[in-house]
Each structure stands twice: as structure tokens, then as C-alpha cells.
């Protein structure tokens, strides 16, 4: 059996639970800076490099993916939000980003599969991929609009690099979260379909979206409806919506991708909205019951947590919706959608 298959036979069964985030559990270990830089030799400060902790500290991975397993994670995704070439280089490792993908998805390869050994509960490793810090859509420039730091060809280069070094280090998926520019999730999305006909296999994809205000739009501009209608082509395994605020705010934007998509759901809120220090007091009880009304009303196939979450946010999320049925997902429509920063719908 296929991984794809794996994962629509455990979805058919209960609603799946995703882990939380590693960055703030790897901050909460109290490293200092030359842990962070281990034996690499870099010549730059690398404290808060969370994603070298990979390479250089792989126990303190291997703890935090062992605590989320223990809460009920079912989808653990890689500590590799900002393992890419553009995001590394702000600490002079880029030349590192394919050993620490692959260790990253060795670490929580090996964890899920002595989890799963003793008690066969199905998981799965989802390679993360973060957006990198640079935008196609938008010019860093307010003086020149048509400014770009980057091409769309260089970024897809570089999420072929990533994502090649997840898959060979264990990955079951590639995860494309935290979307804020559409046109980023693009090239991310040729970078798989090219590795896809270079290795000959499936590689299953999962999308999740991020949105920058209430108004329901990303910062390129596209409303969840039209982001659906950009990457449907794409058949992703799962699409969702992460970050941006907690499970309140982000209710209505679960809805309605919920009532559009045709393809499994995957939705993992903020633990609430930060206070005037930036830190997250939302309790894992109270993100549970809100979550908890989510699966009760059929919205989604699965559940996890962004900032501010914890192991103990993840198992209150695991209790909250053990034994509610999953998302029935929805037919897909023949009509012609089309998206600019708006759906557009042609009526048969």
C-alpha cells in the first residue's frame, strides 16, 4: 500500500491529529549558541538556527517529536520550516541545507516507525516547507514595483533542493505550509511535480494556507476561495489554513474552504492571538474546545497546532476529537473555476 493510500485508509477511520510547532520546544531547551553550531565550523552566530539543531543536537528533535507522539500526533512534520537555501543563508549555512533535511526526516522517520512497531497506529512524516523570506508577488521596493529579489526559476531551484533532501531522508509527504504568496506555493508546487517524473513515484502533497488579516486574504492578495481554485490542479492530498490567528477567528476561512475543496482538510490554528508581549496564554483545553466544534460540525479530517502550541495543546486536541467522525469530503465540481485574486465561476 501506498503512502497516499495509508493516509486516505487512517483518514477514513478518525480524524487524523498533526503535531505543533518545534521552533518555540527548541527555544524552550535553553541551547546556547555553540550548541546550536555543534562541530559545523560556521563561522556565524548560529543561536536560533532551529532548523541546524537538526544536525547538530538531533536528541533534542528526537524528544520534542517523541512528547508530540505521546500526545496523539498522528502527522508529524519535519523541524524544516526555514531549511532552504535562501532562508540558511541569513546564517552562511546554506551549503548544509540538504544534510539538514535529511536528518530531519531520518529523526522523525525513525521515531514513527518504532511508535508505530509497538502499537500500530499508522503516522506519517510530512515534509515541512516553509516560504522563505523572500516574495515573487510583491517588490521589497515601494519605489519600483516590478522589483523582484528573486526569480520564480531560483525559487523553485531551491524548494527542489529541500524537498529532494526530505524524500530521501524518509518523507511520506511535502507539506507546503504557511502560504502567504501564492505564487511561492507555485514554484514549490513544480519543484515536486519535477521530482516527481525524475523519481518515477507518487509524492503526495499537502498545502496550507496562511492569512494575514480577517478579511480572508494572503499577502499576495488571494481569498481562500481563489487560493483553493490557483493550486487545485495540483490534486493535493490535503489542503488547510495554519497560523495566521487561533482556532476563533480562524472558523469562518475553515468553513468555507470546507464547503469548496475536494480533497481532505487539514486545519492547525495559533493556541489564541499573542498578548502585548508576543507570547501565546491561550490553555490547551480552551484550543481544544474550539477545534472540538470544528470536527462536531464536520469541517475537517485534521487537526494540530501552530504558535504557541505545545505537546500538551496536541494532546488536548487528540481527546477532543477522538471517536468524532471525519469530514465527509465533498464531490467535485465540473464547473470552471478560475481564480485571480477573486474566484471567478463559468456556469455550465
Known sequence: MSKREEFIAAAAQR???????????VQAAGLKAEDYAGDTGLPQDQKGNNDLVNLTQPHVVRAI????????????????????????????AEGLVREINIAAAQIIRTAIDEATAK????????????PTNKTLSLSPDVEDPGFREVTYDEIAAVYREQCAALLEGGADFILIETVFDTLNCKAAIMA??????????????????????????????HTVEAFWYSVRH???????????????QLRPHVQLLSDIADTYLMAYPNAGLPNELGEYDEEPETTAGLVRQWAENGRVNAL???CGS???HIAAIARAVD????????????????????PFTIAA
Do not use: W
Open 15 to 25: 480524524i487524523l491529529v498533526k503535531d505543533g510547532p518545534y521552533g518555540t520546544q
Open 65 to 92: 517529536c517523541d512528547r508530540y507522539i505521546a500526545a496523539g500526533a498522528h502527522v508529524l512534520a519535519t523541524n524544516t520550516f526555514n531549511a532552504n537555501r535562501i532562508s540558511q543563508a541569513d546564517y552562511g
Open 119 to 130: 502499537d500500530g497506529i499508522p503516522r506519517f512524516v510530512a515534509g515541512a516547507v516553509g
Open 192 to 221: 515536486v511535480k519535477q521530482l516527481e517524473q525524475e523519481l518515477g513515484r507518487d509524492i503526495p502533497l499537502m498545502i496550507s494556507l496562511t492569512l494575514t488579516d480577517l478579511s480572508g486574504r494572503n499577502l499576495s492578495g
Open 234 to 248: 495540483a490534486k493535493p492530498l490535503a489542503i488547510g489554513l495554519n497560523c495566521s490567528f487561533g482556532a476563533e
Open 304 to 306: 494540530g497546532g501552530c
Open 310 to 312: 505545545t505537546p500538551e
Open 323 to 342: 471517536g468524532i467522525e471525519p469530514r465527509q469530503i465533498p464531490d467535485g465540481s465540473s464547473q470552471m473555476r478560475l481564480a485571480g485574486l477573486e
